[in-house]
T-cell receptor, first 113, second 111 residues
Framework: AQSVTQLGSHVSVSEGALVLLRCNYSSSVPPYLFWYVQYPNQGLQLLLKYTSAATLVKGINGFEAEFKKSETSFHLTKPSAHMRDAAEYFCAVSDPHGNKLVFGAGTILRVKS | DAGITQSPRHKVTETGTPVTLRCHQTENHRYMYWYRQDPGHGLRLIHYSYGVKDTDKGEVSDGYSVSRSKTEDFLLTLESATSSQTSVYFC??????????FGPGTRLTVL
């Protein structure tokens, strides 16, 4: 069975500061990993994905994530936060052969001016 | 944006009444999914479909049924709604295990 743990249900940063959202996964097979973003009253939008190619993945809006097998982690980072980054972020894992996603509980990012 | 619509977008109903939510896609994707989103739980899979008339249960399927008679439509039915089914429901589609595309969501309130 696969599972995802997102450390910190709420993260607050100042505008211009580093964003770090943590995700650890559990999977019995080499996983595919995803970060999605949800703005208020909207659906989920894919930020980036890891599908066994490069371990450092770049996504939209300046976000990136690094797959670390030894740490079973896939943390999301952005060097400089913008007010528009305020949203809820979800990490998800899938079995490459299973076509199903398992989501973490989500992290709400607040950006202070 | 992937062509996914959900209807209705908002619904208020009473305990014990049947409710059907519709997901419609224009992408001809094979897989369709229904999730519910609740604070502190992220998104949890209710049911999914891997083709017309082919469906399977997800993590939280009790109290829900689904049907898929056409590639483009995936219906979620609450036979007798309960207050614990108050939630935001999302439909998603995919063609592979690579990525899922999400609809705008349906906010359901059961009084």
């Amino acid at each position: 069975a696969q599972s995802v743990t997102q450390l910190g249900s709420h993260v607050s940063v100042s505008e211009g500061a580093l964003v770090l959202l943590r995700c650890n996964y559990s999977s019995s097979v080499p996983p595919y990993l995803f970060w999605y973003v949800q703005y208020p009253n909207q659906g989920l939008q894919l930020l980036l994905k890891y599908t066994s190619a490069a371990t450092l993945v770049k996504g939209i809006n300046g976000f990136e994530a690094e797959f670390k097998k030894s740490e079973t982690s896939f943390h999301l980072t952005k060097p400089s936060a913008h007010m528009r980054d305020a949203a809820e972020y979800f990490c998800a894992v899938s079995d490459p052969h299973g076509n199903k996603l398992v989501f973490g509980a989500g992290t709400i990012l607040r950006v202070k001016s | 944006d992937a062509g996914i619509t959900q209807s209705p977008r908002h619904k208020v109903t009473e305990t014990g009444t049947p409710v059907t939510l519709r997901c419609h896609q224009t992408e001809n994707h094979r897989y369709m999914y229904w999730y519910r989103q609740d604070p502190g739980h992220g998104l949890r899979l209710i049911h999914y479909s891997y083709g017309v008339k082919d469906t399977d249960k997800g993590e939280v399927s009790d109290g829900y049924s689904v049907s898929r008679s056409k590639t483009e439509d995936f219906l979620l039915t609450l036979e007798s709604a309960t207050s614990s089914q108050t939630s935001v429901y999302f439909c998603a589609i995919s063609e592979s295990s690579d990525e899922q595309f999400f609809g705008p969501g349906t906010r359901l309130t059961v009084l």
